[in-house]
């Protein structure tokens, strides 16, 4: 592309117009003010047309009809727009103006452990001490990191602003940029004698022991969030949260699904048959060990309606697990009817009798229609869905 026409300028234009064609475009196509991926294209060619004519050189070269970077191509879209409108009104754009030295004091950070619990646990809640290895401000220099009688003193290198000016050649002229400051590393002050105990960080680690109450209710992957007891930030700053990720252990009789608890029970034909009431533990049974609550309800009472059948479900209104926003799920019950085997020659005989009595000694079976049905039901309680 020809590059008079890219500027917009005259093929005799001075350097003062090239220079304001060029201001005026970047200005417009700058990915730092115009994310337009056409704009950046276009940002690239002007800026590869100005460095042909703001070049004597290589103006000389591209109108003589040759090639005006025998010389090497030159850097380019690197720079930022402030850099480039620095070069051009001397550090009116904003990167000369700093950003200033960074703080010394921040807010730590915050910090994530595990904690297992049972099933019960989860859904009752509990209250358990935690060990936990954080950074707590540091005795000796009360965070700041000097040691004990001594001050942080500005830093002679940047004056105390935290960042040196850099200045590069490039065909925009000199182009300032600011670098933050090695000797401070971009505080601004320089700890002349650090304190010993956290070595200037203000900081030391150490091993805390919290009671955590864990509410009702939480499930796997909970957290629970414990505010300011993370690590205490640089320079003794405000601590960040500590979050406790819960994990819960699988149960042997119940399984969870959302706040509803599952579980089975096997019952004998004859009770499935003639009907029966059982009395079994619930979850909340496993804290009785724990806790001699006389609120905790230890059992809960099962009908067996006569003639159940195997894979029914019984629903159990408020025996889940309490919601964490209130309210309490469903105990749900499948009940397996049991088949007795190794009969005895007596049994074997009452059940020849019931047979003949129920005209069932010749069964032919019954094809049923294809649906989940019970079998579905039964798999599906057995897979803990
Ligand atoms: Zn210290
Ligand atoms: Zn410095």
Do not use: W
């Amino acid at each position: 592309m020809d590059p008079y026409e890219l500027l917009g300028v005259d093929r005799d234009a001075d350097d003062a117009t090239i220079k304001k064609a060029y201001r005026k475009l970047a200005r417009e196509y700058h990915p730092d003010v115009n994310p337009d991926p056409v704009a950046q294209e276009r940002f690239k060619e002007v800026s590869h047309a100005y460095e042909i004519l703001s070049d004597p050189q290589k103006r000389a070269a591209y109108d003589r009809g040759g090639d005006p970077f025998a010389g090497g191509f030159g850097a380019g879209a690197g720079f930022s727009f402030t850099d480039i409108m620095d070069a051009f009104f001397g550090g009116q754009g904003g990167a000369a103006a700093g950003r200033g030295p960074r703080p010394r004091v921040r807010r730590g950070q915050d910090a994530l452990i595990r904690l297992d619990i049972d099933l019960a646990e989860a859904a009752f809640g509990v209250t358990r001490e935690l060990k936990v290895d954080t950074a707590v401000t540091c005795e000796t220099c009360h965070g700041d990191g000097a040691a004990p009688g001594t001050k942080p003193v500005t830093c002679e290198t940047c004056g105390g602003a935290g960042e040196v000016a850099h200045v590069q050649r490039s065909f925009l002229g000199e182009i300032r940029t600011l670098r933050p400051c090695a000797a401070c590393r971009g505080f601004g002050t320089i700890i002349p004698e650090p304190c010993r105990e956290c070595s200037g960080d203000g900081r030391v680690r150490t091993r805390r022991t919290l009671t955590v109450k864990i509410p009702a209710g939480v499930d796997n992957g909970t957290r629970v969030q414990l505010a300011g007891q993370g690590e205490v930030g640089p320079g003794g700053g405000p601590a960040g949260d500590l979050y406790v990720e819960i994990q819960v252990a699988r149960h042997q009789v119940f399984t969870r699904q959302g706040n509803d608890l599952h579980c089975t029970v096997t019952v004998p034909m004859t009770a499935a048959a003639l009907g029966t009431v059982l009395t079994l533990p619930t979850l909340e049974a496993d804290l009785a060990s724990e806790t001699s609550s006389p609120d905790l309800v230890t059992s809960f009472e099962l009908e067996v309606k006569p003639g159940t059948q195997s894979g029914t479900d019984q629903t159990i209104r408020a025996y889940g697990v309490p919601g964490l926003r209130g309210g309490r799920g469903d105990l749900v019950v499948t009940i397996i009817v049991e088949t007795p085997t190794a009969l005895d020659p007596a049994q074997e005989e009452l059940l020849n009798q019931l047979a003949s009595l129920r005209g069932e000694q010749h069964p032919t079976g019954q094809l049923r229609a294809a649906s989940r049905g019970m079998f579905g039901r039964l798999r599906d309680a057995f897979n803990g869905h």
